[in-house]
C-alpha cells in the first residue's frame, strides 16, 4: 500500500506494481499525479514510458499499488 499523504513531487514517474485480489499477474505503471483519495496512474502509453505524462491516469485506490523494487 502506499499512502498518499507521504508522496511528494520527487513520486511523479516512480513505477508502481498494481494488484487487486481478482487479479493474478501484477500490473506495472507510472505514478502520474494524486489526490486525497486517488493515485493516478498510466498503465498504457504504447510503450513511450518517456512521453508517459502526456497519456490519461487511471484513478487508482492506493491500496492496490506498492512501489516497484
Same mark, same amino acid.
Given at each position: 500500500?502506499i499512502?498518499?499523504?507521504?508522496?511528494?513531487?520527487?513520486?511523479? @514517474? *516512480?513505477? &508502481? *506494481?498494481?494488484?487487486? *485480489? /481478482?487479479?493474478?499477474k501484477?500490473?506495472? @505503471?507510472r505514478? =502520474?499525479?494524486?489526490?486525497? =483519495? /486517488?493515485? /493516478? &496512474? &498510466?498503465?498504457?502509453?504504447? @510503450?513511450n514510458w518517456?512521453?508517459f505524462?502526456?497519456?490519461?491516469g &487511471?484513478a487508482?485506490d492506493?491500496?492496490?499499488?506498492?512501489? =516497484? =523494487?
Open positions: 500500500m499512502e498518499i499523504a507521504n508522496l511528494t513531487s520527487a513520486d511523479c @514517474g *516512480r513505477w &508502481v *506494481r498494481y494488484r487487486d *485480489r /481478482f487479479e493474478s501484477p500490473d506495472l @505503471g505514478i =502520474k499525479s494524486w489526490n486525497s =483519495k /486517488f493515485i /493516478f &496512474v &498510466v498503465y498504457r502509453c504504447a @510503450g518517456d512521453d505524462e502526456n497519456y490519461t &487511471v487508482t492506493p491500496s492496490d499499488l506498492e512501489f =516497484k =523494487k
